[in-house]
């Protein structure tokens, strides 16, 4: 019997829409103003504790995708991500990987992360 696969992505917007570029096209522009409940507009450190402690248990295949998506993503900051790496690393099972992603354009990264 063929091994049962559940593949499968969840995209995580852990500054919800925020964004630092206007791009003209952006469905996004409506969703910006939208009140995060969190201090900062950036996802509580918990949520993504849950979260990718939630999509390990519940992944089946040897590679485990994390997409972290926006707005622009990664204005969640350097820290945002070295804890949610430091909490990858810790839960990933020894015998799966866990590629991630950012979808977004990335220009933070020419300013100073937080
Ligand atoms: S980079 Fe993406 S989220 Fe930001 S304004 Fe452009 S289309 Fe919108």
Not at 53 to 69: D, G, K, L, V
Not at 78 to 83: A, M, Y
Request: net charge negative; aromatic share 14%.
């Amino acid at each position: 019997m063929a091994a049962e696969f559940r593949e499968f992505q969840i995209f995580v917007k852990p500054v919800g829409a925020r964004c630092n570029l206007n791009c003209s096209y952006c469905y996004y522009h409506e969703k910006m103003d939208i009140e995060v409940t969190v201090p900062g507009g950036i996802m509580s450190d918990e949520v993504p504790e849950r979260y990718i402690r939630q999509h390990i248990e519940a992944s089946t295949e040897p590679e485990i995708f994390f997409s972290w998506h926006g707005g622009e993503p990664i204005l969640a900051g350097l820290d945002f991500f070295r804890r949610a790496v430091t909490f990858q690393k810790a839960l990933m099972p020894a015998d799966r990987t866990i590629p991630s992603a950012f979808s977004g354009l990335s220009a933070a990264v020419f300013l100073p992360w937080r």
